[in-house]
């Protein structure tokens, strides 16, 4: 479920207009979606921030988003609105390449059926993908896609 709002960027380094993908920098399941993810965002849409992150929490408090329903991957649209759950999972699809993009017809499917899935998944991430000490450190090619490092 997409949510509008105007605040605008607090950031020197975000803008209105861009699309960061807010994600569990300690769980390795996130951490490999991050990195398909790069690897199929050939227009570089996106930038990325850890929730654990300074720049994670202020747009997650700015936003008024509940962390306790949703602490695994957020998508905000800068100016627009932001994605939870299966819906920023799918908002993400629509912008990568190829038939990745196809994806995000599953929005077809029921909103709560798509975020029992979702919610089931991100509830057993750490038990099947495992977790790290701490967030990924991107590669230095990277870092500029990365907020608050």
């Given at each position: 479920m997409s949510q509008d709002l105007n605040p605008m960027p607090t950031e020197a380094n975000i803008a209105y207009g861009d699309?960061?993908?807010?994600?569990?920098?300690?769980?390795?399941?996130?951490?490999?979606a991050i990195n398909f993810i790069i690897t199929h965002d050939k227009h570089k849409a996106?930038?990325?921030a850890p929730l654990q992150s300074t720049i994670g929490k202020q747009l997650i408090k700015e936003r008024g988003?509940?962390?306790?329903?949703?602490?695994?991957?957020?998508l905000v649209d800068v100016g627009s609105a932001y994605y939870l759950k299966s819906d920023a999972a799918l908002e993400i699809a629509k912008d990568l390449d190829g038939a990745y993009s196809y994806l995000s017809y599953l929005k077809v499917f029921?909103?709560?059926?798509?975020?029992?899935?979702?919610?089931?998944?991100a509830k057993n991430r750490y038990k099947w993908y495992g977790k790290k000490d701490s967030c990924m450190m991107p590669t230095p090619e990277l870092k500029s896609r990365f907020l608050d490092f």
């Amino acid at each position: 479920m997409s949510q509008d709002l105007n605040p605008m960027p607090t950031e020197a380094n975000i803008a209105y207009g861009d699309k960061i993908i807010l994600f569990d920098g300690v769980c390795n399941l996130c951490n490999n979606a991050i990195n398909f993810i790069i690897t199929h965002d050939k227009h570089k849409a996106f930038k990325f921030a850890p929730l654990q992150s300074t720049i994670g929490k202020q747009l997650i408090k700015e936003r008024g988003i509940d962390t306790t329903q949703v602490d695994s991957i957020i998508l905000v649209d800068v100016g627009s609105a932001y994605y939870l759950k299966s819906d920023a999972a799918l908002e993400i699809a629509k912008d990568l390449d190829g038939a990745y993009s196809y994806l995000s017809y599953l929005k077809v499917f029921p909103f709560g059926l798509r975020n029992k899935v979702y919610d089931y998944i991100a509830k057993n991430r750490y038990k099947w993908y495992g977790k790290k000490d701490s967030c990924m450190m991107p590669t230095p090619e990277l870092k500029s896609r990365f907020l608050d490092f």
